[in-house]
């Protein structure tokens, strides 16, 4: 059975949940493997844990609110010890306490209620946000939208996104896509998380690409890994979904006004390819179609590809590969093609 995602209040109690347990510095190695897994989980997990770092760092209980306190943790407490595992000491009373005074801030302090966009295999659409900023989402995409008074926050969790931002410079706009986060004050770009990368091309202005990463629990809890990488107009950059120890250095490469257009045909319904890998071609086709294709000779992965055509027309994009002379394909069912290399028979 398929495991059921959790809500975004079950993250933000998990993430407030381990929060208080590293603000108590008694976390040992096994803690720590633990809570290292739980940020692997999802990106989710490391935004949520990020936000309410930020907000713990400015927040000041007075001791006059620790009775009403203690009873919503006591309420929030049986919800935390079916869900942590290891997460929580059996006798933490401050970090519950902590917990109840985060989850109660954050549910009274949010300028916009959360919400999700999403859009189907081989549907596209375009929105307004409450800011005046505008999203276009590519097929089969999510992404959840949690704004404050202090920053305008997006979380793509899959697929590929077009930000037009409104300008507010005293409210940063910013877009989480696995450890990544994508800030930007007024500008349009273009996220896209597919499989295990993240691809940023800025179409106007500038935006600032950074790494979170967990910390030990004498240093504190997710922080930027690095400086930011500074992407101007005109520029793309494709990284892994998560920091790594050996990450290698970005390759931020220019992309030309046809680039970006052909980068965005999507929003026009067309699949556009020029010297694009067989292997590109057939992640979009798939995406765009639901179809499933598979290359069984290695040999034609990295096989370069041209072509313009409109989303839904896989036939013709189909039988345009099979004119290459030695690219035979193979149908499996209405919904599954399968190319390999064509056998050449003796006359």
Do not use: C
């Not at 109690?13 to 381990?18: F, Q, R, S």
């Not at 989402?137 to 992404?143: E, Q």
């Not at 202005?205 to 910390?215: F, K, W």
């Amino acid at each position: 059975m398929k495991r059921a995602t959790p809500s975004t209040e079950v993250i933000r109690l998990e993430a407030a949940a381990w929060l208080a347990q590293l603000e108590t510095g008694e976390m040992d190695s096994a803690d720590l493997a633990a809570l290292r897994e739980w940020m692997g989980r999802s990106h989710r997990h490391v935004a949520e844990i990020r936000s309410i770092a930020e907000l713990s760092a400015s927040m000041n209980v007075m001791n006059d609110f620790a009775g009403p306190l203690e009873e919503a943790a006591a309420t929030f407490e049986p919800v935390l010890r079916k869900r942590r595992g290891r997460m929580l000491y059996p006798a933490l009373g401050l970090a519950m306490l902590f917990v109840a005074v985060l989850v109660l801030f954050t549910q009274f302090n949010e300028g916009e209620p959360e919400r999700s966009l999403v859009t189907r295999v081989g549907e596209y659409a375009e929105h307004e946000l409450a800011d005046g900023s505008h999203v276009a989402l590519n097929t089969d995409s999510r992404l959840e939208i949690s704004f404050t008074p202090q920053v305008r926050e997006i979380t793509l969790l899959r697929g590929e996104a077009l930000f037009t931002v409104a300008k507010d410079p005293d409210r940063p706009f910013v877009v989480n896509a696995g450890s990544r986060r994508i800030t930007a004050v007024g500008t349009a770009f273009v996220v896209r998380l597919v499989d295990e990368d993240v691809e940023v091309s800025v179409t106007e202005g500038m935006v600032a690409v950074s790494s979170m990463t967990i910390r030990a629990a004498e240093v504190g809890p997710a922080v930027e890994s690095a400086a930011p990488i500074q992407l101007q107009e005109k520029q793309t950059l494709k990284l892994p979904v998560n920091e790594t120890e050996t990450a290698p250095q970005p390759d931020i490469r220019p992309i030309s006004d046809s680039g970006l257009r052909h980068k965005l045909a999507w929003r026009e319904g067309l699949l556009y390819f020029y010297r694009s890998p067989l292997t590109e071609v057939v992640s979009e086709v798939s995406r765009h179609t639901g179809m499933r294709i598979s290359i069984l000779d290695p040999e034609l992965q990295q096989r370069e590809f041209d072509g313009l055509f409109r989303v839904g027309e896989t036939e013709l994009l189909l039988e345009a590969l099979s004119i290459h002379g030695d690219i035979q394909m193979t149908r499996v069912g209405t919904d599954t093609v399968m190319l390999s290399r064509a056998v050449d028979t003796p006359e």
